[in-house]
């Protein structure tokens, strides 16, 4: 079983950007996919990037072109590089790990049921 922490959000302005990391205790990130979610107030909780076990990533549309995720498999870590943060971007992003499912290029709705594992949120806020 695998404990997430993640860390990094902060209070940024529009354009600029931010490096959330997710550090994993208890088992060997390799053998997950994983992801990171976002939860706006009062919107469902909505996937913005996974990485497969495989190393195939999937990006949400909105984000494309702006975030990276990145693993370290050595550290046992999961990053998410955010650049030309935008207000609409403002949310509590969460890490989350999943041995069975596989995202494979699409986010099935409802994908964030599937994950078993999760860290705390941290907060990321763009002011305009």
């Known amino acids: 079983q695998v404990q997430l922490v993640a860390s990094g959000g902060g209070s940024v302005q529009a354009g600029g950007s931010l490096r959330l990391s997710c550090a994993a205790s208890g088992d060997t990130l390799s053998d997950y996919t994983m992801a990171w979610f976002r939860q706006a107030p009062g919107k469902e909780r909505e996937a913005v990037v996974a990485i497969d076990s495989d190393g195939k990533t999937t990006y949400a549309e909105s984000v494309k072109g702006r975030f990276t995720i990145s693993k370290d498999n050595a550290k046992n870590t999961l990053f998410l590089q955010m650049n030309s943060l935008k207000p609409e971007d403002t949310a509590v992003y969460y890490c989350?790990?999943?041995?069975?499912?596989?995202?494979?290029?699409?986010?099935?709705?409802?994908?964030?049921?599937?994950?078993?594992?999760w860290g705390p949120g941290t907060q990321v806020t763009v002011s305009s």
């Open positions: 989350a790990a999943d041995q069975r499912t596989v995202v494979a290029g699409y986010f099935v709705p409802g994908l964030f049921r599937l994950f078993h594992y």
